[in-house]
């Protein structure tokens, strides 16, 4: 079992930016895929960032502004966030897949993006 805990969400003007943490409780292998997804009110969660094996995969509305990046050395995941856009407000979590079918998630962290 792995736990996922997510942080550095907030309140943040349009245009400014914020980095997100996800901590594992255990290693990060590198075929492991670790994604960020987002759920805003009365919506469905989407996949805003993956990266697995140095591979990474971005949401169109995303690409050019966020960032993903892995840190093996303390187990965490990172979704750098510039140039946020009150689009971008929700709740912002952290999955990580592994080969075989382990699926594990965050609780999420909520992110405000005020106009």
């Known amino acids: 079992q792995v736990h996922l805990v997510e942080s550095g969400g907030g309140l943040v003007q349009a245009g400014g930016s914020l980095r997100l943490s996800c901590a594992a409780s255990?290693?990060?292998?590198?075929?492991?895929?670790m994604g960020w997804y987002r759920q805003a009110p009365g919506k469905q969660r989407e996949l805003v960032a993956a990266?697995?094996?140095?591979?990474?995969n971005y949401a169109d509305s995303v690409k050019g502004r966020f960032a993903i990046s892995p840190d093996s050395a303390k187990n965490t995941a990172y979704l750098q966030m510039n140039n946020l856009k009150p689009e971008d407000t929700g709740v912002y979590y952290c999955r990580m897949q592994r080969p075989g079918g382990m699926d594990y998630w965050g609780k999420g962290t909520l992110v405000t993006v005020s106009s």
């Open positions: 990266i697995s094996g140095g591979m990474t």
């Open positions: 255990g290693i990060i292998f590198s075929n492991d895929v």
